[in-house]
């Protein structure tokens, strides 16, 4: 409160109150980003055991896939929040390596989107997923900046989940597909959306808590969407069962 009423002819006051209150701004976005972070892990692993407790498991099984996704994507949001707090070094070394990481969450969005939208060409799916991983490694450790690394490699990962989001507005609207909450999966799709596109602007404004929260929320709207504990099942939904609705339509 003494910033508050600091006398505005005290310059060393005025300063002093500036950085407490940036000071403070910074260790509420840091504290979000870690609780954003670990909350998508603890998702995570609700996905996995889920996937793993059900007596016929393929590798193909949402579950499976978003689980692998949120639980990179977990620990991607607090290595970049202990990075924002000066724990860890900013360095661009770790900024490759934590973009090569990234990958393990592009990976089984692009194993799901290949099976359910393109299973004639199953047998391509192969080389795809290691063009794909090429490309990321390639431009995550030739990149020259930051923002070109980002400008290349994230609108990959928006073609994915635009290419979920238009999954599951089908099987939504058909409501072929009972096993799944579509409406809480494209509901996911969109905040992850709006995250990633947001994310570079909220980063520059110092507000990437902001996109680390939305992101939060889309992982909670699509373990709740995938698992639906409203659907008496002894099993969980596979990418299969997805492309069946889809292609169907």
């Known amino acids: 409160m003494g910033c508050l009423y600091a006398d505005v002819r005290n310059e060393v006051t005025k300063s002093s109150c500036v950085v407490d209150e940036m000071q403070t701004l910074l260790d509420i976005a840091t504290t979000a980003a870690v609780g954003a972070g670990i909350l ?3 998702v995570s692993m609700y996905l996995l055991g889920t996937w793993h407790r059900q007596e016929n498991r393929i590798w193909t099984d ?3 896939l978003f689980g692998i996704a949120f639980l990179v994507l977990g620990f991607n949001v607090v290595f970049i929040a202990l990075q924002g707090a000066g724990i860890l070094p900013d360095t661009m070394e770790l900024f490759r390596i934590r973009s090569v990481i990234v990958a393990g969450t592009v990976i089984p969005l692009l194993i799901a989107v290949l099976h ?3 299973p004639r060409f199953k047998h391509r799916f192969s080389h795809i997923v290691a063009v794909v991983s090429v490309y990321w490694i390639l431009v995550s450790f030739l990149g020259p ?3 070109l690394i980002m400008m290349m490699n994230i609108p990959l990962m928006l073609v994915f989940v635009t290419a979920v989001l238009a999954t599951f507005i089908v099987t939504w609207k058909t409501n072929r597909l009972q096993e799944i909450r579509s409406d809480l999966m494209v509901l996911s799709s969109i905040l992850l959306l709006i995250s990633q ?3 570079i602007v909220l980063i520059g404004l110092g507000l990437g808590f902001v996109s680390d929260g939305i992101t939060t929320l889309g992982v909670i709207s699509a373990a709740i969407g995938i698992t639906n504990p409203w659907f008496d ?3 969980t939904p596979g990418v299969q069962a ?3 609705s889809v292609q169907t339509y």
């Open 242 to 244: 997805v492309a069946s």
């Open 116 to 118: 359910i939208w393109l």
């Open 40 to 42: 998508s892990i603890l």
């Open 62 to 64: 949402l579950p499976l």
């Open 145 to 147: 900046s930051r923002e």
């Open 197 to 199: 596109v947001s994310k």
């Open 233 to 235: 099942r002894t099993v």
